[in-house]
Nanobody, 124 residues
Framework: QVQFVESGGGLVQPGGSLTLSCTAS????????VGWFRQAPGNQREGVAC????????VYADSVKGRFSISRNDSHNTLYLQMNNLRPEDPAVYYC?????????????????WGQGTQVPVSS
């Protein structure tokens, strides 16, 4: 059974930093494209960052380029999202998911294996 568990969310002030983790079981992360997505209340789930399976190609949403960094630790089978310079528009529940290919890296409809998410509120 495939299971993703996200962690690391928490309250942070604008301009602050946070690192999210996504630990996988039942699936080797390096065998699939894996990514971070977020969903704010009333909004659709949107892609934040994605890493491909083999070459480790990285893709970011324009809204987070230069601020967020996705990485994968194959030894720990864990995906990370380093978030810097957090803005008031970043609060959401952050999820990780996987996809068999890298053709639509920021489209959540192509991803599965969603975890329960981790909440990132940003204080005003």
């Amino acid at each position: 059974q495939v299971q993703f568990v996200e962690s690391g969310g928490g309250l942070v002030q604008p301009g602050g930093s946070l690192t999210l983790s996504c630990t996988a079981s039942g699936l080797t992360l390096s065998s699939r494209a894996v990514g971070w997505f977020r969903q704010a209340p009333g909004n659709q789930r949107e892609g934040v960052a994605c890493i491909s399976s083999r070459a480790g190609t990285l893709v970011y949403a324009d809204s987070v380029k230069g601020r967020f960094s996705i990485s994968r630790n194959d030894s720990h089978n864990t995906l990370y999202l380093q978030m810097n310079n957090l803005r008031p528009e970043d609060p959401a529940v952050y999820y990780c998911g996987s996809a068999p290919g890298f053709y639509h890296p920021l489209d959540s409809s192509f991803f599965t294996n969603w975890g329960q998410g981790t909440q990132v509120p940003v204080s005003s």
